[in-house]
């Protein structure tokens, strides 16, 4: 069985470290605890990861955080996988940091990356996690505030959210979005 996970940021080096590019950061994390390396691809840098008989199709798209779309259903198409085992990984203002809601569909919230998910895939019915990045940005200043880098004190705790997300994925390649929800949102 196949999924795909698609880890939502922008490609360059003055987008690493980011609160906008937390998708590539745990999908990074992923590749290196278990020994895969991403590959370009079309539209994305690719890897595939194996656990407990699943195949999880990685993709880091590289058409920047707003055309994540073209990507997202590309990937979908070629590896034959349906929309409900795929699972959108990206930053949310709206959540405090760290927090990590689960959700079957839903609205994009604002997030241009999601709208861009959903106008090419014509549904918002798609499993997507949220990694909570807050909202400590003054009227006007979100775009910096999305596109900086984390503070000191969120770093410290980064590593262990990550970590929770990681173990999110596998879920929802084992037992299923309903129990992985159930499992690990509000924590």
């Known amino acids: 069985m196949k999924y795909l996970i698609a880890g939502l940021g922008n490609i360059g080096s003055e987008y690493e470290n980011t609160r906008h590019n937390i998708g590539f950061k745990i999908l990074d994390e992923l590749a290196d605890s278990s020994g895969i390396f991403f590959e370009q ?28 779309g073209k ?8 590896e034959k ?4 085992r795929a699972l959108v990984i990206t930053d949310d203002i709206n959540l405090p940091f760290g927090k990590v809601r689960i959700r079957a569909k839903g609205s994009d919230g604002g997030h241009n990356g999601l709208k861009d998910i959903q106008k090419i895939l014509n549904t918002s019915k798609y499993p997507r996690l949220r990694f909570g990045v807050g909202d400590e940005f003054s009227k006007g ?36 979005l309903a129990r992985t929800m159930n499992e690990f949102n509000n924590k």
């Open 71 to 78: 990507a997202v259903n590309y990937w979908l198409q070629k």
């Open 81 to 84: 996988i349906p929309t409900e």
């Open 141 to 176: 200043s979100q775009v910096n505030y999305v596109l900086g880098k984390w503070s000191a004190e969120e770093e410290k705790d980064l590593t262990e959210r990550i970590d929770l997300c990681i173990s999110a994925i596998k879920s929802f390649g084992t037992i299923g």
């Open 41 to 68: 691809d079309r539209y994305a840098y690719k890897a595939e990861y194996k656990f407990k008989g699943r195949t999880f199709v990685l993709i880091k798209p590289t058409t920047y955080m707003n055309l994540s």
